[in-house]
């Protein structure tokens, strides 16, 4: 089985969910740490505020910025087909948390070729997205605006619009984190998960309609 078919069995339950990128990460752990190499994947920096926007950014231009994508997949969502296209570069350096193989990954997602939604997590000390989830009670949902949130989270590592967030939420402001440790034994590899993930809902006019916040460990 490829890494690319794996991909996209693991992404399927939870498309456009923190689910996605920790699969892709585990996927470049895996390959770094069984290949015995000092980095796996292709090195890429985190995407410029305003680089990508939703409804404007194509397809050809996420390609022509950052190459070759690392998987790629597909899925049905609310009638639509939503493409994805996934970056991940992990290497034997410090991560912010102690004991993970740190790790950077990309998930773009469209729909007829125009960005819907990205998602960049990156457990690296320079460009890292942990975030403090206990700062989303200071959210007021009904009041707080986009600035709002903004000013209390800091800026978003990911944002998503329909058909990855349910009506009647217009966009979603994303802030989310992932570290993975991998372990290689005799025939065997054992992969160990953390994430955390705050989804921001928003309505037209930039007013929180809701907080969604989840985390896991495996």
């Known amino acids: 089985m490829t890494r690319g078919s794996l991909l996209r069995r693991n992404s ?8 996605v990128l920790p699969a892709v990460i585990a ?3 895996a390959s770094l740490l069984t ?38 997949g597909s899925q049905q969502r609310d009638g639509q087909m939503v493409d994805m296209v996934a970056y991940s570069y992990s290497s034997t350096e410090e991560a912010v948390v102690g004991g993970a193989t740190p790790a950077r990954a990309l998930i773009c997602h ?5 960005l819907v939604g ?10 890292h997205t942990s975030f403090d989830p206990g700062k989303r009670r200071d959210i007021e949902v009904g009041a707080s605006t ?22 009647p939420a217009e966009r979603a402001l994303v802030y989310s984190y992932s570290h993975t440790q991998v372990s290689v034994g005799f025939m065997e590899m054992d992969v160990h998960q953390g994430a955390t993930m705050l989804k921001v809902l928003l309505s037209a ?9 989840s985390e896991s460990q495996t």
């Open 12 to 19: 399927l339950p939870g498309f456009g969910q923190s689910t």
């Open 27 to 29: 996927l470049a752990l």
């Open 35 to 72: 290949a015995c190499t000092a980095s796996a994947g292709r090195d890429f920096v985190r995407p410029a505020s305003g680089s990508l926007v939703i409804g404007q950014t194509t397809e050809s231009e996420v390609l022509a910025r950052y190459g070759k994508p690392w998987s790629t």
């Open 110 to 114: 469209f729909v007829d070729r125009s």
């Open 118 to 127: 990205y998602e960049f997590v990156s457990s690296y000390p320079k460009d």
């Open 146 to 167: 986009r600035d709002d949130v903004i000013a209390v989270m800091g800026p978003p590592n990911g944002e998503f619009a329909r058909p990855l967030i349910d009506a």
């Open 205 to 213: 006019d930039g007013v929180v309609q809701d907080v969604e916040y």
